[in-house]
């Protein structure tokens, strides 16, 4: 399995792979199923970018997923499923009957037209046919682009049409905590304006009631009866896209992220093998989102391609008690759970009353991922659930980088709290300053950078290669940029600070500010809006936004009420703003630029040290918003 064992290992596959990459991903990669080996293993440059893995090679990842387990552990679980309510019983999928439900849904999916190639939209509840669905796209080479299912339907059509998706797989509804999303309704008011898409399957889930247009939507159970199991596994070129998965950034559009085939595989599988140490038979829980790149790479691609067990649990960790998630990992003897810092405070601020009696017994390595982790958690983390036995894995890394990038490897890498330790074999990360020039030694902070491509890094943004460009590696030449701000410590070690753009992180989810902005100004009523973070108990990060409404009349309530209703309906729940300040004006230079930084200050209670505000057009504003903010 390609694992690191010891200290000394480490260091000297991190040598080597630094001094010899090519030869050292080339033999990560032997370990995988390919069906014709590559002609080169990397050509690259990071001025168009233009970056290449494994040039010449065929392959197909769900071989390497399904079939090549199916002789030795075809019997093996492959995914464990468990509900959002407690009282259904969970299912077991062996790779056997995965193996064969995927190439059933792939040629569901041929008999409605679906080719190579083809954008195929997927907006599920997290259900093992949410899995099917993801694996029967990559079966025949449709590029997959799966949605959260948070999203409004606005987002939705404006993911699917930037694409093209022709066809979209969705349920009647979606389960979480106690709540339910109509997940097809929500898909039907995305298709007015979505004119490429020519069909839809339907999953029954929620068994709540939905309409059918007749020619364009169709039920999942009825597709796969009418189909046979054997589904022969499309023969991709390493560099054919394998998903596009949309986060946002600093401007308003979300960008399609896009993924290869064979570079993704390679390091989603090195990276789940080694980070978190998998060992046969163990129960690997991940309990992110299918819908975010966690849960594409660490609930499905990764464990699968490594012939593991993966869970997927439906529901929330606080639903229906806070014990929910510890009993999920008691009843199906979790032995790595890979969670986020905003589900550990969350459970954290419940006390230990909810971890009392239940057996955990079965962990062996713990992992976070999404945000930086608080000292405070990390070590509840570490005491109440790892009872000081396993090690946490602080795992950095973004959609773009397809896998994880620094972190500790369980059992090798000396932790410490809330830290990310050191870089995976491969990556070669740098700090710099604001000028690009790099900040050597050690004790020191930067921005942070890559040097070197690794295989997951992304190819593209999904139709407009110009925008890959800018965004990543235009900041620094030959450079890779993260986006996070970075300290490297005494010894050497990486410690992630957050994000140094106008992005957001919200319980681990990326929002960009710009895009918050752009949903709340379309509130009739609404003249203009900033929009910042500021430091959230639970969520890490909480979103503040100064609105400018002039006729605000004496329900103030009602009005943010209003623009949280129009924020929902734009984005979706997830960018709902945490606190909304009317004020009467923005700080604002003499050229008209918002001063962010003076609104971060604010808005993280911080009055007096607001640091330069000479280039300010009008100071009495400040003043004004401070005064009103205490009020809030
Ligand atoms: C951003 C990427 C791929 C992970 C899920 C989120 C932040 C991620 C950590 C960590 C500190 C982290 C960064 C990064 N982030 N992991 N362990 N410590 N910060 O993926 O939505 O693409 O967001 O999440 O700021 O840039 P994403």
Not at 86 to 110: D, G
Not at 389 to 415: K, Y
Request: charged share 25%; aromatic share 10%; glycine share 8%.
């Amino acid at each position: 399995m390609m694992q690191i064992k010891s200290l000394a290992e480490y260091e000297e596959t991190y040598k080597f792979s630094v001094e010899h990459p090519e030869e050292f991903w080339a033999g990560i990669a032997e370990k995988f199923l390919w069906k014709k080996k590559w002609d080169k293993v990397l050509s690259w440059n990071f001025t168009d970018p233009q970056i290449k893995w494994f040039e010449g090679a065929k392959l197909n990842i769900t071989e390497n997923c399904l079939d090549r387990h199916l002789e030795k552990s075809g019997d093996k679980p492959a995914i464990i499923w468990e509900s959002n309510d407690p009282e259904k019983p969970s299912v077991t999928l062996t790779y056997k009957i995965l193996h064969e439900q995927v190439c059933r849904f792939a040629n569901v999916l041929k008999k409605n037209g679906v080719k190579k190639g083809d954008r195929i939209c997927i907006y599920m509840p997290m259900v093992p046919e949410l899995a099917i669905a993801v694996l029967a796209c990559a079966r025949i080479g449709a590029v997959h682009s799966v949605i959260f299912g948070g999203f409004s339907a606005k987002s939705i059509a404006d993911r699917i049409n930037d694409s093209a998706c022709k066809l979209v797989i969705t349920a009647d509804g979606s389960f979480r905590g106690s709540k339910q999303i109509q997940l097809k309704e929500v898909i039907d008011d995305a298709l007015i304006g979505c004119p490429t898409v020519e069909k839809v399957i339907v999953l029954t889930h929620t068994r709540t009631p939905v309409s059918m247009l007749k020619g364009r939507d169709l039920w999942f159970e009825d597709e796969i009866k009418l189909v046979d199991t054997i589904c022969p596994a499309e023969e991709m070129d390493a560099e054919d896209m394998l998903f596009i998965l949309y986060t946002s950034g600093s401007t308003g559009k979300p960008k399609g992220v896009v993924h290869t085939v064979g570079g993704y595989m390679v390091y989603a599988g090195y990276t789940f093998a080694n980070a978190f140490n998998y060992q046969p038979d163990e129960v690997f829980f991940c309990t992110a989102d299918i819908g975010w790149i966690t849960g594409h790479s660490y609930i499905v691609y990764g464990p699968l391609s490594q012939g593991a067990t993966t869970l997927i649990f439906e529901g929330i960790p606080t639903y229906p008690t806070p014990s929910r998630l510890w009993e999920v990992v008691e009843k199906h003897k979790v032995n790595i759970l890979y969670t986020a810092p905003t589900a550990i405070r969350s459970l954290m601020s419940f006390g230990k009353e909810p971890l009392e009696g239940i057996d955990m017994s079965s962990l062996r390595v713990l992992g976070s991922v999404g945000e930086p982790i608080n000292e405070e958690a990390w070590h509840w983390f570490d005491e109440e659930v790892g009872h000081k036995n396993c090690p946490i894995v602080d795992t950095w890394w973004q959609t773009e980088t397809g896998g994880l990038m620094i972190s500790p490897i369980a059992f090798v890498t000396p932790l410490k709290p809330a830290c990310a330790t050191l870089p995976l074999p491969g990556i070669q990360p740098l700090l710099v300053d604001e000028n690009g020039k790099e900040i050597e030694g050690n004790g020191v902070n930067g921005n942070l950078c890559i040097k070197f491509p690794w295989p997951g890094i992304l190819r593209t943004t999904y139709g407009d290669h110009e925008r890959c460009k800018q965004t990543y590696f235009s900041t620094y030449p030959n450079l890779y940029f993260t986006g996070d701000g970075c300290m490297r410590d005494e010894d050497g070690y990486y410690k992630i600070t957050g994000r140094v753009d106008d992005v957001i992180n919200v319980s681990g989810h990326r929002i960009g500010t710009a895009e918050v902005e752009n949903a709340i100004n379309m509130h009739a009523g609404v003249v203009e809006s900033a929009v910042v973070g500021y430091p959230h108990e639970v969520k890490g990060q909480g979103i503040y936004a100064f609105v400018i409404y002039p006729k605000l009349h004496d329900e103030p309530e009602l009005t943010k009420k209003d623009i949280l209703q129009t924020v929902t309906r734009v984005i979706g729940a997830i960018a709902k703003p945490d606190k909304i300040l009317f004020v009467t004006g923005l700080p604002k230079t003499r050229s008209g630029k918002i001063m962010r930084r003076i609104l971060r200050k604010i808005a993280e209670g911080e009055t007096t040290n607001l640091g330069d505000t000479s280039t300010l057009l009008d100071p009495g504003v400040v003043e004004e918003i401070i005064a009103s903010a205490q009020q809030l």
